[in-house]
């Protein structure tokens, strides 16, 4: 049988290097667990754009097209703020997402033990916190048409349209229960059906879903209560659903609730593919930060997390998953630290690679 293929895209800025540190974890499990990969490596974003003149070559989104899975670094930097709105490095990005059909993204917050003091709200109510939101990535407002600016009368009129179907939404609402149904059985759907058709449509859709999954405890929040929710008592939780502008909001506001976005892993799934697994790219939520790029500040986590959540859901390997989560909360357990994890207290961060180093360590240890 052959082994399951990855594409890897580091991107720009410090996504070349907290990638490096994830193909070392990549080949750990390869020689120390015999889970072996194919792995192929290419552009995207401003490194795309500095070789070919477009953010995303044709032959790399083919190739993301074919693989079981893609891995991506981040994308951006000052160098291309003044490139036109088509080809800068984040339409390589919202490419990949929108061809793959990438339509349930899935945004973990999770408060790790010994990083709890580094959140904004009090250490009760986040110690211990992991929950998960899941965004619909390919409609709603960000999508919808008409769009755009136009002129009525004797002034401009700016016009979104929030709209989704219902295939849409019970596809995005499908994925969040197969997850309840991995995790603690409860889920959470938010919207704004008190103001919003769409939210009627989407309560609508999330109840008649709810008829598959009978173990799963479903409620309803309204979008804006659930923001409060989350800065209040975010432990209620454990699934979230979501459209895609709430789905921006509410998982940018959870993922401040652990401390750091040097943390935080996402992935982006899409229909199952002839082999039974989803289409499915997987990337750390922080952006290229150009002004610690290439000093080995960067922490690595994010994007080795990002590639624990591949293990989970495109290669079931749940276990080995568990392994790499387990190896990260020891090292940080221990006062592993980058720049980015520095408290009050002081001392001296670790690079980007010193924290690949412990983390390999850790692994070791975990034979």
């Known amino acids: ?30 020689d120390k667990r015999g889970l072996a990969f194919d792995v192929s490596e290419d552009l995207v974003g401003g490194a795309a754009y500095d070789a070919h003149g477009t953010p995303l070559h044709d032959d790399t989104m083919a190739k993301a097209l074919e693989v079981d899975a893609v891995l991506l670094g981040a994308v951006g930097g000052p160098k291309y703020d ?42 009760d ?15 709603g407002v960000y999508f919808g048409e008409p769009r755009g600016i136009f002129e009525e009368g004797n002034e401009r009129v700016g016009i979104n349209t929030q709209r989704y179907t219902e295939s849409e939404i019970a596809r995005a609402a499908r994925s969040a229960f197969e997850l309840a149904m991995r ?20 309560r609508d859709v999330v109840n ?13 929040m309204y979008a804006d209560n659930g923001a409060m929710q989350l800065v209040r008592a975010p432990k209620q939780f454990d699934v979230i659903v979501t459209d895609n502008l709430f789905g921006d909001i509410l998982s940018d506001c959870a993922a401040m609730l652990t401390g750091s976005l040097g943390m ?28 610690i790029a290439g000093q080995g500040k960067a922490n690595p986590i994010a994007c080795i997390l990002s590639f624990a959540m591949a293990l989970r859901y495109s290669f079931d390997k749940g276990d080995e998953a568990a392994r ?5 909360e020891k090292v940080l357990a221990d006062g592993a630290r980058t720049a980015d994890l520095m408290g009050e207290e002081g001392g001296t961060p670790i690079s980007t690679s010193e924290m690949g180093d412990v983390i390999l360590a850790a692994l070791d240890a975990s034979l």
């Not at 109510?125 to 409609?139: C, F, K, P, Q, Y």
């Not at 790499?324 to 990260?328: G, P, Q, T, Y």
């Open 183 to 202: 995790r603690n059985k409860k889920l959470c759907s938010m919207e704004k059906a008190n103001v919003m058709e769409s939210g009627i449509l989407w």
């Open 264 to 291: 935080l892993p996402s992935a982006s799934l899409g229909a199952p593919m002839a082999n039974g697994r989803p289409k499915a790219m997987y990337e750390p939520v922080h952006g290229s930060a150009p002004d």
């Open 1 to 30: 049988m052959a082994n399951p293929s990855l594409l890897i895209l580091p991107g720009d800025g410090i996504g070349q290097e907290v990638m490096e540190q994830v193909k070392r974890v990549i080949s750990w499990f390869g």
């Open 208 to 220: 008649e879903i709810a008829a598959e999954y009978p173990e799963v405890e479903l409620s309803h």
């Open 324 to 328: 790499l989560e387990a190896a990260i």
């Open 125 to 139: 109510i986040v110690a211990g916190l992991d929950i998960m939101i899941v965004r619909e990535l390919t409609s």
């Open 82 to 123: 003044d490139l036109d709105f088509s080809v800068k490095p984040e339409r390589g990005l919202l490419r990949l997402r929108k061809e793959m059909d990438l339509f349930s993204n899935l945004r973990p917050a999770q408060c790790f033990d010994a990083l709890a003091d580094f959140s904004s709200l009090k250490k």
